[in-house]
T-cell receptor, first 107, second 115 residues
C-alpha cells in the first residue's frame, strides 16, 4: 500500500518568514496530493491540492510543488501570519495521510 | 449549512463496553470515511464507503464495524472497546463515488477514551 512520510514534525518561524513542509510518497500510481490544515479542536480542512499532471500550484500565500520523479511534494507558505499556526497534513489520494507538522508562527 | 456532523463529541468507555459513533452529511456526497487520529501518527483510515450499500476496509479496521445506513449516514461501531482504541475519530465525506481523488470534508471529531 501507499506510505507517506512528512517532515518536519514541528516547525517554528517568525511572522513574515516562509515555511516549507515536505512529504514523500511510495506509490508511483498516486496522482492526487492534498494538503489539510487542522486548527485546535477542529477537523482538518483542505487548503490546497495538486494533481500529477502539474508541477506547481499557487493560491495567494500558499503553494504546492510536486516532483513525480522523486516522489515528493512540498507545501510553501510565504509571509506567514499568526493565524497560520496549526497542524498541517499532506496526503496521497484521500486514503493515506502524513503524520502532520505543527507549525507555530511567532509574532 | 452543517456539512458533516458527528455525535457524540466526547465519550468515556470502560474496557469491553460497546458504542456507536454517528456521522451524517447534508451535502449529498456519495463517499464517506472514518479516520482515527493519534499523536504523531496522523490520520489513519479505518473504513470507507464509496456509495450507499458498500463498505471497504482501510488501514486499521480491526475492532471496528461500520454501517452505511443511507446516503447521509455512516456509523462506526466498537463492539468491545479496548484501551488501544482511545483516539480522536473523524468522519469525512467527498462528492464522488468510487473514492475519486477529490476534496474531503471533515466533521469536528469525537474524542474517545477507553479506560
Amino acid at each position: 500500500g501507499e506510505n507517506v512520510e512528512q517532515h518536519p514534525s514541528t516547525l517554528s518561524v517568525q511572522e513574515g518568514d516562509s515555511a516549507v513542509i515536505k512529504c514523500t510518497y511510495s506509490d508511483s500510481a498516486s496522482n492526487y496530493f492534498p494538503w489539510y490544515k487542522q486548527e485546535l479542536g477542529k477537523g482538518p480542512q483542505l487548503i490546497i491540492d495538486i494533481r500529477s499532471n502539474v508541477g506547481e500550484k499557487k493560491d495567494q500565500r500558499i503553494a504546492v510543488t510536486l516532483n513525480k520523479t522523486a516522489k515528493h511534494f512540498s507545501l510553501h507558505i510565504t509571509e506567514t501570519q499568526p493565524e497560520d499556526s496549526a497542524v498541517y497534513f499532506c496526503a496521497a489520494r484521500q486514503l493515506t495521510f502524513g503524520s502532520g507538522t505543527q507549525l507555530t508562527v511567532l509574532p | 449549512n452543517a456539512g458533516v456532523t458527528q455525535t457524540p463529541k466526547f465519550q468515556v468507555l470502560k474496557t469491553g463496553q460497546s458504542m456507536t459513533l454517528q456521522c451524517a452529511q447534508d451535502m449529498n456526497h456519495n463517499s464517506m470515511y472514518w479516520y482515527r487520529q493519534d499523536p504523531g501518527m496522523g490520520l489513519r483510515l479505518i473504513y470507507y464507503s464509496a456509495s450507499e450499500g458498500t463498505t471497504d476496509k482501510g488501514e486499521v479496521p480491526n475492532g471496528y464495524n461500520v454501517s452505511r445506513l443511507n446516503k447521509r449516514e455512516f456509523s462506526l461501531r466498537l463492539e468491545s472497546a479496548a484501551p488501544s482504541q482511545t483516539s480522536v475519530y473523524f468522519c469525512a465525506s467527498s462528492e464522488g463515488g468510487s473514492v475519486r481523488n477529490e476534496k474531503l470534508f471533515f466533521g469536528s471529531g469525537t474524542q474517545l477514551s477507553v479506560l
